[in-house]
């Protein structure tokens, strides 16, 4: 095949309706140009970042909308938006595997052209990283403190499945599906560049195993633990059988 006019020909003329409305044109215009990529990784690196960019645009804005929605307590607009947003998660994590693809060699002659760049500079991340203070403020607003509930309440003493519990199940998901990005990001990490090495910031990837400890909404981990503990309390810490003695 003649590389050089699919190069040309690959971003389209930027004429028709479908070029001029998704802006094709500029958007496969995002990557380098073919012929300086380092290696035949560099475009998928790009595109990989650029596309967790799109999707984190996505889950940014719709957690926007569900902050509206939980303050008018409009449950079903609210959990068919965490939806979308656990779904847009999962293509996050999902997309990782396409760099398990590139050998550690080709990533570290990809990684002499990023400069002081790193992952801690998304700004789609950094947003993420914001919201969901004031996502629990709406929720303990208007779906606790509003109805005289807790998140006890809602999980065990008045446990009946309702509203405030299955938002705060979706909430839950959104912070578990974070740190399994989290996770498999360090599994890449551990797979591309290993984990002992000193990042380009010059620090040690152990930071990372702090993010892995941060839960967004700590009090919906928080009451597993406890109601574990207090219904342990009926049977003691050492259980009988329930096959009987013998
Ligand atoms: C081979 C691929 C990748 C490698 C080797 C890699 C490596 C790293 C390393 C070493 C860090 C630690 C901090 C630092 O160096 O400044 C980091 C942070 C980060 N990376 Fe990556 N990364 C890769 C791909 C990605 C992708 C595809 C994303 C997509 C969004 C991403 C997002 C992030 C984010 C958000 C952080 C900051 C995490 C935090 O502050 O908790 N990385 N990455």
């Not at 140009?33 to 645009?57: P, R, S, T, Y």
Request: charged share 25%.
């Amino acid at each position: 095949m003649d590389r050089e006019h699919f190069y040309a020909t690959m971003n389209g003329e930027g004429t028709l309706d479908y070029e001029i409305y998704l802006n094709t044109k500029r958007l496969l215009s995002c990557q380098k140009d073919f012929h300086d990529f380092c290696n035949q990784d560099e475009l998928q690196f790009q595109l990989v970042h650029q596309a967790e960019e799109l999707w984190m645009k996505l889950i940014a804005s719709t957690l926007l909308d569900i902050d509206d929605y939980l303050q008018e307590e409009n449950t079903n607009r609210v959990l068919t938006l965490f939806k979308r947003v656990h779904i847009a998660q999962k293509l996050m994590i999902d997309q990782l595997a396409l760099l398990e693809t590139m050998s550690p060699k080709e990533y570290q002659e990809i990684r002499l052209g990023l400069g002081n760049g790193s992952g801690q500079e998304s700004p789609g991340f950094r947003t993420l990283l914001k919201m969901p203070v004031p996502l629990w403020q709406s929720f303990k607003a208007h779906y606790l403190d509003h109805h005289g509930l807790t998140v006890e309440k809602i999980y065990d003493a008045e446990y009946r499945h309702c509203d405030a519990y299955v938002v705060a199940e979706a909430l839950a998901e959104f912070d578990e599906l974070f740190q399994k990005f989290r996770y498999h990001h360090l599994q890449l990490i551990h797979r591309t560049i290993g984990l002992g090495a000193k990042s380009l910031k010059g620090r040690s990837v152990e930071i990372l195993n702090e993010g892995l400890r941060i839960k967004f909404f700590p009090e919906l981990w928080e009451i597993r633990n406890k109601m574990t503990d207090s219904w342990g309390k009926s049977y003691g810490v050492v259980r009988e059988s329930i096959g009987g003695h013998h």
